[in-house]
């Protein structure tokens, strides 16, 4: 039984049962669906001349010593030189007394490992040991690896796992056997088992692809239906006409080109009495949010409500605050409101009242509007902002609390205007083609640790004009485990650095909103001239005085992400920064962040980000933050794949419009979880 607890499988005691807890790994199915987040496939064996320093690379060699206890050092080294044809290095083990017997001089083995440097002399440390039989054997194969936790290795997952296998697991297939013979796809379980115990690639790549194949369906099939109630819906909704001009009035700038084109497509549509749906797309800073604005002040001429949600409160808390001042400033009287998950229970009780009511007209949230209780007197408009940040149960829901309102969604994410078809079905495109005029292309540098004081200096620069920074790490707490920077130790940094000249604070997901308000205040108006900060603000974000960024472990970040993050300089008419640093400072890692550092163009760096990812580099890892939600498919990448389930869909509904037909009972159950699944 998948249902049955981890304690069930051989080999796993209450200890262990206890870490997997620690991970929410309760039954045997969790342990099935926690995928690995990459693969290891142990590479080619290289001739010790063309070593690269950081590069986990595996070698044949012939022993040139038996191997010896180093004295002097205060761990028990082991030590051994090795070589072949082409040159030599050192071969050292920490606590490893009984690998003497192994290490014998004139013995030839393959050692697989992470190459240094020290003193000239090249060295694999601890690296793993075969003969080359098993060493071509391994090559043949995939080793998974999965997230880890101390105490949970590889060895012991992939053991439980195929403890699992053995007992024939009974993995639900929601796909008829004809579908997936039609569409060359295996069976679910067998996909799974592809996924977890893959014999060879091409068994990864088929399991993967089903289940791809599977997500990008059922995308689909809810496009279509989509697309089917919204063609039957058109054409009668109460005519509004357009506002623009006054709108225009009260604005502190005037529209871009792009800006003007789309509020006049919206007048068009409205004044029509068509329903509106549009997908937005305008690169980071192409100024998106003045069209949520702009409908929300149109609905409510009309005493219509309007709901805009977003990814994250510190987002929420800015486009409220954004908008109030607009509307107080031309004395524009529309009651609006701040709805979020950390609001308090007085503030949330008179506002879902407001909304009930209809007192309330304009409301901005998080997730915090697709609550349960929560019910609008007359929705009739909604703007997603940052869509790809949400999925599609949460589109759904939210548009459930109107009766078919107008919808927009707002993303940065770089689509080929091919993808957005598939991805948005009917819903027309909007692009915001244009950035406001005055902008100046951001000044990118590639830096290495060592020249951090060098990128210090550089800022305290800018911040002696006046400006402000922002500095990112990834981590928000050190992690004695992995070398990456944390904003709690970062802090000392800054203290030495800037102490006495300028303030900074810091901001992270886990503060208090109260706290990240305040510290998000405290930096727009200029009080706090640095913020360090991790990835909350990647999203979003506006403070025009900032100029200048430094991402710490830039090679941790993809590229849209490191993108995104970048959009917050640039803001206004000033020359701004953006300094990438790189701790891994490999050959890949160089490459992929030179494509940010060459390049402003978001289109263009999903194209090469693409193109560099092979087939095999899957990014399962960061699945959360990944576009549009998806946990196996990736639409740049799986394109044709996109086509074929879009095609599948539109047949089925075609066949079965109501999905009556017994065979696609499986299909329907899984939709309608889908659906109505919490979020
Ligand atoms: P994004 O498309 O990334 O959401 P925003 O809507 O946050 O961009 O706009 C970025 C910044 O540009 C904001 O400070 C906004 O006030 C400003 N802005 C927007 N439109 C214009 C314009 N037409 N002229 C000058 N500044 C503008
Ligand atoms: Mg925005």
Avoid at 189 to 218: D, N, S, V
Wanted: hydrophobic share 40%; net charge neutral; glycine share 6%.
């Amino acid at each position: 039984m998948l249902q049955d607890a981890v304690e069930r499988i051989k080999g796993v005691g209450e200890k262990t049962a206890a870490l997997f807890h620690k991970m929410n790994i309760y039954t045997k199915e969790d342990l099935l669906e926690d995928f690995p987040i990459s693969y290891l496939q142990y590479p080619k064996l290289c001739p010790i001349s063309e070593a690269r320093e950081k590069e986990w690379m595996a070698f044949s060699l012939v022993l040139l010593e038996d191997a010896r206890v180093l004295r002097n050092t205060k761990l028990s080294m082991l030590q051994c030189s090795a070589a072949d044809e082409s040159g030599k290095l050192l071969i050292q083990y920490f606590h490893a007394s009984y690998l003497l017997k192994t290490l014998k001089k004139g013995r030839k083995l393959v050692f697989f490992g992470q190459v240094k440097s020290f003193r000239g002399h090249l060295i694999l440390q601890q690296p793993k040991i075969f003969s080359l039989e098993e060493y071509e054997e391994k090559r043949k194969s995939l080793e998974p690896i999965y997230s880890l936790r101390k105490g949970l290795g590889n060895a012991l997952r992939r053991k439980c796992i195929q403890e699992i296998f053995k007992e024939e697991p009974k993995i639900l297939e929601s796909f008829p056997r004809d579908f997936l013979e039609k569409e060359g796809l295996c069976n679910k379980k067998q996909a799974m088992e592809y996924l977890h115990l893959p014999k060879r690639e091409e068994e990864r790549q088929e399991g993967l692809k089903r289940l791809a194949f599977e997500e990008l369906f059922y995308y689909s099939l809810f496009l279509e239906k989509e697309e089917r109630d919204f063609l039957s819906l058109s054409g009668n909704e109460e005519k509004i006409p357009g506002k623009r001009e006054e709108f225009q009035k009260g604005l502190p700038f005037s529209l871009t080109k792009a800006q003007s084109e789309a509020l006049e497509e919206m007048d068009r549509v409205f004044s029509q009495g068509e329903r509106l749906l549009r997908f937005v797309q305008g690169d980071v800073g192409s100024g998106k949010t003045i069209l949520a604005f702009y409908v929300l002040f149109l609905m409510a001429s009309k005493g219509f409500q309007t709901a805009i949600m977003v990814p994250t409160e510190i987002l929420a808390q800015q486009h409220f605050q954004k908008l109030q001042k607009l509307l107080e400033e031309n004395q524009w009287e529309i009651p609006i409101a701040l709805l979020i998950g950390s609001s308090s229970k007085k503030e949330k009780e008179r506002i879902y009242q407001g909304l009930k009511e209809g007192s309330i007209l304009g409301v901005i949230g998080t997730q915090a509007l697709i609550q349960e209780g929560l019910a609008f007197s007359h929705l009739k408009m909604l703007v997603i902002d940052e869509q790809h940040r949400f999925g599609i149960q949460e589109r759904n829901r939210l548009e459930k609390k109107g009766e078919n309102p107008h919808c927009i969604y707002l993303s940065a994410t770089p689509i080929p205007r091919s993808l957005v078809k598939l991805l948005y079905g009917a819903v027309p495109y909007l692009l915001l083609s244009e950035k406001p005029a005055n902008r100046l292309p951001i000044k990118n540098a590639l830096f290495s640790p060592a020249d951090r004081e060098k990128a210090f200096s550089f800022i305290k620069k800018e911040l002696d004009k006046g400006r402000q920074a922002y500095i990112i790490c990834p981590l928000v707490e050190e992690n004695e485990n992995l070398s990456v920077e944390s904003v709690t130790a970062y802090q000392k940094n800054l203290k030495q650095y800037f102490g006495k000249d300028y303030s900074f604070a810091v901001l992270h997901g886990k503060m208090k909103a109260g706290e990240k308000e305040q510290v998000m205040q405290d930096f727009s108006s200029g009080k706090t001239r640095i913020l360090l900060s991790t990835t909350v603000v990647e999203v979003g974000v506006d403070v025009a005085n900032a100029t200048v960024m430094l991402i710490e472990n830039a090679e941790r970040f993809g590229l849209a992400q490191l993108h995104q993050l970048r959009g917050r300089v640039g803001r206004s008419e000033l020359q701004s920064y953006c300094i990438f640093m790189d701790h891994k400072e490999d050959e890949k890692s160089q490459k992929r962040l030179s494509i940010i550092r060459d390049s402003n163009d978001g289109f263009a760096i999903a194209k090469e980000d693409l193109a560099l990812r092979g087939p095999g580099d899957l990014f399962f890892g960061e699945r959360q933050s990944g576009p549009l939600q998806f946990r196996f498919a990736d639409p740049l990448r799986d394109e044709e794949l996109f086509f074929k389930a879009r095609e599948a869909a539109k047949t089925l509904l075609e066949e079965d419009a109501l999905l009556e037909r017994p065979e696609h009972q499986g299909i329907k159950e899984i939709f309608q979880s889908l659906l109505t699944e919490s979020a």
